[in-house]
């Protein structure tokens, strides 16, 4: 505009520096657009040299004000200024999609668009942070701002202090922000509102801290990392950073090491990256001791690393300490937590409910739930749950150690012991025929009011009460194990793929002997008869604990267990392929079973029967047994648990299903077997038996022509026994699925 007065003039550069008094080259920066906001009185002197008058000088002026007002929001260098990224950032792919969909996000007007980076220490929450707010920085034309909160620190930043960094930082002058916290939250909210920034707060300790940092609606956008769940902020979206997978934790160190990763073997660098846990600030540690000593070898340095002992005090290289990043976050808690913290090194196995913490840390379980959320120190696994990571685990032991006596320690370690085995016990006799729900339930334990509750227990602590057993077992105290594995007898059954039965019965069976008590030694025996039978199939193991069974039982009067060796000896003999030995040890079991009254027992027995004369083709005599079984089964007056019948009478369908099928009685097959799986999953039953039905049904169902339920069925047949580990059977089924 000033050109095309200044040329409307007839007049030069040099004519109106003259007659203004502002120099050439001021005119001529102003007229390349090299300075476009001018003092007032500048463009007064232009106006009155250009003898401009009413709306062409009003425009000037105005236009000159509008420069200056933009002059005014020029960031000032070096303010918040974005950390440069690592060069050997690994991973996270997930993850900085999560970020660059936070940049397009949409919101409610008046909501503001932010993203919550939560993790424990160690994790590169601000490494990651820092690399994805570089990675969107094209789409911020107007800024990506950086500030430490001092999170962990003793004097962590002040809201009030923050907004004066930022609002700085955007170019608010030192004269023009406000003096109260509202003031500068609000002016900070208005300049988020019209511009494309991304300001990171890294490192925040509280709610209270980042709330008046947050955009309420507009362009802007925010981004917090902190240790801390900060449960209390509204309408942000939340990524939980965990540790990286073992293949990028290797390539992650791999990186750090540079050439020299040429002259380690891979098994160690995998080695090591897997003793390190995928934490990365570990992984940089131990990378970075690697890069500065060229003359170690990375076998060597996994094996000092391979004893929890010293494993934190090998993570030290230079100022970085894995130690002092968890103690940072330690210290920041209150008494009661930090002690609920290092008590939880008690547990044995890697997570915990707020049920179990609370019995750990001698807290009400509505304190300890307010705590769980407090320890930054933990991370979120499934639903309810909060897991140790390995190294957090020795640093929370090594606490455990410094700050409480022997005595406490001791005390510590035999109540979580003896609530978890007290707790598994009353799980497992929810499905032992007799027991179910406690008459009167123990106010100490958790309350588990069905079947359901009680699986799920079991299936989520079992690294925790097997680890009980274990540490039990190792102090002497024979009894609350053996009652323990004795309660898992019927529950086993509905889990039978699981790795652990053969150590739980082992345990009993060794309480058993300890104990001197030769009943419970011969059922323990034949439980692991039972373990190397389903799923596993070696035969000469069942064999072998099924003979060791019956002399102990014999010798100990247990006519019950004495049965049972038989029964276990016939499920042996059948797999063995010698089936008229297999059928006389069942009739023997089923005798001794009938006799006994025990009806839950004699109906297997007469399963076994079956099985055997179906293995030999005698599909009639089989049909026959399995019927007589399921008239057991649904007798009028009820002679065997409620418990017991719903898990046979499906299995029970199966086997007849089965020997319809070989019979050619294909319709009355499908029924049975439909029935069956209906019947499993009523009662979300799964496992090889399952698959077996499933499988038997796909096959029927292809012979009838009914294809589009063939598939279904040996898809999902397949799916079920990938699931219990049987990958032969799964690949059978799974061309079938998709057959034409």
């Known amino acids: 505009m000033l050109r095309g007065h200044r040329h409307a003039a007839r007049l030069t550069l040099e ?68 950390p440069g990224a690592v060069p050997d950032f690994t991973g996270r792919a997930a993850e900085l999609v999560w970020m660059s969909e936070l940049v397009y996000a949409e919101s409610a007007p008046g909501v503001g668009v932010v993203g919550l980076v939560t993790g424990a220490a160690g994790l590169g929450k601000t490494t990651f942070a820092v690399r994805a707010a570089h990675a969107v920085r094209p789409s911020f034309p107007e800024g990506v ?53 991304l300001v990171v707060l890294d490192n925040a300790a509280s709610e209270e801290q980042v709330r008046p940092l947050l955009p309420a609606g507009g362009a802007g956008r925010a981004m917090i990392t902190t240790r801390r769940l900060l449960a209390g902020l509204e309408g942000v979206r939340r990524l939980v950073l965990g540790p990286l997978p073992l293949p990028e934790a290797t390539h992650l160190l791999t990186g750090i090491i540079g050439e020299r990763a040429a002259t380690d073997e891979e098994s160690d660098l995998t080695r090591l990256a897997e003793l390190c846990g995928g934490l990365p600030l570990a992984l940089r540690i131990i990378g970075n001791r690697l890069a500065s000593r060229p003359g170690w070898a990375a076998g060597e340095l996994a094996a000092r690393l391979a004893d929890e ?73 499934t639903a309810g749950r909060y897991r140790f990571h390995d190294l957090v685990r020795l640093f929370a032991r090594e606490r455990l150690r410094e700050e409480e006596s022997p005595a406490r320690r001791a005390e510590l370690a035999d109540r979580v012991t003896a609530w978890l085995l007290r707790t598994a016990t009353l799980a497992g006799r929810w499905f032992e025929p007799g027991y179910g729900r406690p008459d009167r339930p123990d106010p100490e334990l958790p309350s588990l009011a069905s079947e359901e ?80 039978w389903v799923p596993s199939r070696d035969p000469r193991a ?26 276990y000896a016939a499920g042996a003999a059948r797999l063995l392929g010698r089936p008229g030995e297999a059928i006389a040890s069942a009739s023997r079991a089923a005798e001794t079973f009938r006799a006994l009254g025990d009806m839950d027992s004699y109906v297997q027995s007469l399963a076994s029967i079956g099985n055997s004369l179906r293995e030999e083709g005698r599909y009639t005599e ?19 648990a409620p418990t017991v019948v719903a898990h046979c009478r499906p299995l029970g369908l199966i086997r007849i299903g089965q020997c319809l099928g070989h019979l050619g009685r294909r319709p009355e097959a499908i029924a049975a077997l439909t029935a069956a799986i209906a019947s499993l999953d009523a009662q979300r039953l799964t496992g090889f038996r399952l698959a077996e039905g499933l499988e038997t049904l796909g096959a029927l169902l292809a012979d009838e022509g009914r294809t589009d339920g063939s598939r279904r069925a040996y898809a999902r047949a397949a799916e079920v026994f990938a699931e219990v580990g049987d990958t032969e059977a799964a690949d059978r089924c799974r061309p079938l699925s998709a057959q034409p």
Not at 543 to 567: C, D, K, N, V
Request: glycine fraction near 8%.
């Open 622 to 640: 089989a049909l026959r047994q399995f019927r007589t079984a399921l008239a057991v089964i649904d007798d009028e007056e009820p002679r065997m």
């Open 145 to 197: 701002y950086f500030l430490d909160l001092l999170g962990m620190s003793q004097r962590p930043v002040t809201a009030d202090e923050a907004l004066r960094h930022v609002l700085r930082a955007l170019g608010v002058g030192d004269q023009d922000i406000p003096a109260a916290t509202e003031g500068r939250a609000s002016l900070y909210r208005s300049v988020l509102r019209d511009r494309r920034v």
């Open 453 to 532: 509750e009680a699986e799920r227990w079991l299936r989520a602590n079992v690294d925790n009460w097997l680890g009980a057993m274990r540490a039990a077992a190792a102090r002497g105290r024979y009894a609350p194990v053996l009652d323990c594995a004795e309660s898992m007898h019927w529950f086993s059954d509905r889990w039978a793929h699981g790795p652990h039965w053969r150590e739980v019965f082992t345990l009993g069976a060794e309480a058993a002997a300890a104990l001197g008590d030769l009943a419970q030694q011969a059922a323990q025996l034949n439980y692991l008869a039972w373990v190397h």
């Open 15 to 82: 004519r109106l520096a003259e007659a203004s008094g502002v120099s050439a080259r001021t005119l001529s920066d102003m007229e390349r657009g090299r300075s476009r906001g001018p003092q007032q009185r500048t463009v007064t002197a232009l106006a009155d040299a250009l003898a401009l008058e009413g709306a062409a000088r009003a425009e000037l002026l105005d236009l000159a004000r509008d420069g200056r007002l933009r002059g005014h929001w020029t960031r000032p260098s070096g303010l918040c200024e974005l």
């Open 542 to 567: 069942v064999l072998r604990y099924a003979r060791e069974a019956l002399e102990l039982a014999e010798r100990g009067g247990a006519t019950a267990q004495i049965a049972w060796s038989h029964q």
């Open 309 to 381: 002992e010293r494993r934190l005090d090998q993570l030290t290289a230079g100022d970085l300490k894995i130690a002092n990043a968890f103690g940072m976050s330690y210290e920041q808690l209150a008494a009661p937590a930090r002690a609920l913290f290092r008590r939880l090194a008690a547990v044995p196995g890697p997570d915990v409910d707020a049920d179990l913490a609370a019995v750990a840390g001698r807290m009400p379980v509505k304190e300890t739930w307010d705590a769980l959320d407090d320890l930054g120190l933990l991370q979120d696994s």
